[in-house]
């Protein structure tokens, strides 16, 4: 067993993520995808969430695949909870615009 995970504080399951924008990103295990959110204008910024296997994550993926750049996407979805972490299944996602940043 690896070392232990730093506590990260939880959102309740049930609860929704609405319009936040984050970047497609790989797990650290090279195998799960997660949502990296942008800052939202608070002190704290939310942790990366893993997302559930479902048809709009195989078209935010497909997305992806298709752009040579950074691509941030608007999602709104549940949140879910599984030993001691947060995962959110995706019901909605819009790709947005490439800009400078």
């Known amino acids: ?41 608070s002190a704290l910024q939310d942790p990366p969430m893993l997302l559930l296997p479902n048809l709009e994550l195989m078209k935010m993926e497909t997305t992806l695949g298709l752009e040579e750049r950074d691509v941030r996407f608007r999602v709104t979805g549940m949140v879910t909870e599984f030993k001691g972490r947060n995962y959110l299944l995706v019901e909605k996602s819009v790709k947005l615009a490439n800009t400078a940043q």
Request: aromatic share 4%; net charge positive; hydrophobic share 35%.
């Open 1 to 41: 067993m690896g070392p232990a995970a730093p506590t990260l504080p939880l959102i309740r399951e049930g609860s929704y993520i609405l319009n936040r924008v984050g970047r497609l990103t790989r797990a650290k295990d090279g195998q799960q995808r997660e949502l990296t959110f942008d800052a939202d204008g």
